[in-house]
């Protein structure tokens, strides 16, 4: 979507399996599990849970015998980036038949579709799509359940959760539900179904508010007068219940506490992939949290940054060697509110909290300090 000039263009394609989970060769999942790198075990264990499955069919009222499978797997379509070129469609071509033939599956070319970046040339994308056979330029704005482009509009790329908030809660049945069904209602599902993109992205504070909103109207509804006196305001009902609130949850509050649960990973698992990627593209050499917003940075790393913010009011280093710690920088002191050191480091030259430390007793230096 960034991509607006230069020679090349890309693209990317959803590819669309045709009865994903009737096609998936079991053993095929086994060799590549293996092949990737996974302990024998644990593949082992995968496999059990795997293949343990088994079936009965009822017919006129009597059942079949035990029906045993081998093969069947649920799964998602799968998204392919790449160069919008003759080239490209060739190996891909190739890559894809290698795909079916082993895995037995087969790729449903009708329903799979292709989007193009703005450089694209025309002759390029029909030369692309001819090759692929993809007849489907676009996609349908999500994948894997999460938008796949979000650009300035917020409201508009998240407008789908609140549509599925308003449809669970209007129906003619929901309106007859007493108070205790309401909370339930409420809490199980009106406040679960933005979880998900919650913990990928800031769904914004007016978007979290439009849906508390919604939710307040359908409380304090009755039957069919909709516009009710709101007797509490919404701040006092998501309080807990020993506070005398409802415990509902303060949806953007929650947004933040997802995010920073996703910057603290990062933080505590370098190593992880997800980690990986982030710290080559967008800290290479800095710690996570120094990092800070720019411009052209996409919005999922936008939106983790402000769960560093949130780490940041409340975080603090637990001291081991003190050789990572930045004495006059890092929070680092269990006091107060500041838990940094407030003087400043004038003429001093050290610099690190394992300065402080003697490390013949392993004890603070009192007359340093």
């Known amino acids: 979507q960034r991509k607006k000039s230069g020679r090349g263009g890309y693209a990317a394609i959803k590819l669309n399996m045709s009865k994903a989970y009737d096609r998936v060769e079991w053993k095929f999942l086994q060799e590549i599990m293996l092949k990737l790198g996974f302990n024998r075990r644990w593949v082992?264990?995968?496999?059990?849970?795997?293949?343990?499955?088994?079936y009965q069919i009822k017919i006129n009222g009597d059942v079949t015998e035990i029906i045993i499978p081998e093969r069947g797997l649920c799964q998602d379509?799968?998204?392919?980036?790449?160069?919008?070129?003759?080239?490209?469609?060739h190996e891909l071509n190739q890559i894809l038949n290698v795909y079916e033939a082993f895995s037995g599956q087969v790729i449903n070319k009708e329903k799979s579709a292709i989007l193009f970046s703005k450089n694209t040339k025309r002759e390029d994308?029909?030369?692309?799509?001819?090759?692929?056979?993809?007849?489907?330029e676009g996609f349908s704005g999500k994948y894997l359940g999460l938008p796949c482009y979000i650009g300035k509009s917020k409201s508009k790329a998240f407008e789908y959760i609140k549509e599925r908030v308003w449809k669970r809660i209007q129906g003619g049945k929901e309106k007859m539900l007493s108070k205790a069904g309401k909370e339930i209602l409420i809490k199980a599902v009106a406040q679960a179904i933005p979880v998900y993109a919650m913990a990928c992205f800031d769904l914004t504070k007016y978007l979290?508010?439009?849906?508390?909103?919604?939710?307040?109207?359908?409380?304090w509804s009755q039957m069919d007068k909709e516009n009710k006196i709101h007797w509490v305001g919404w701040d006092k009902l998501t309080k807990p219940k020993k506070d005398g609130g409802l415990g509902f949850r303060d949806l953007y509050s929650f947004n933040l506490a997802m995010l920073a649960r996703q910057a603290w990973r990062m933080l505590q698992s370098p190593a992880s992939l997800c980690a990986q990627v982030f710290v080559a593209k967008y800290y290479p050499n800095q710690n996570l949290l120094q990092a800070r917003p720019r411009d052209g940075i996409s919005y999922s790393w936008r939106s983790i940054l402000k769960?560093?913010?949130?780490?940041?009011?409340?975080?603090?280093?637990?001291?081991?060697?003190?050789?990572?710690?930045n004495i006059w920088s890092d929070p680092w002191l269990p006091r107060g509110i500041s838990r940094s050191v407030t003087s400043q480091q004038g003429s001093h030259v050290i610099t690190k909290v394992s300065d402080l430390i003697d490390s013949t007793s392993g004890t603070w230096d009192i007359q340093l300090l």
């Open 44 to 54: 082992q264990l995968v496999m059990n849970c795997v293949t343990t499955v088994k």
């Open 77 to 89: 379509d799968s998204l392919l980036l790449l160069e919008a070129n003759a080239n490209s469609a």
């Open 125 to 136: 994308k029909e030369e692309l799509m001819n090759q692929l056979n993809i007849a489907t």
């Open 208 to 219: 979290c508010d439009d849906i508390s909103s919604m939710i307040g109207k359908f409380w």
């Open 307 to 325: 769960g560093v913010q949130v780490l940041q009011s409340g975080i603090i280093w637990r001291v081991g060697d003190g050789c990572t710690i």
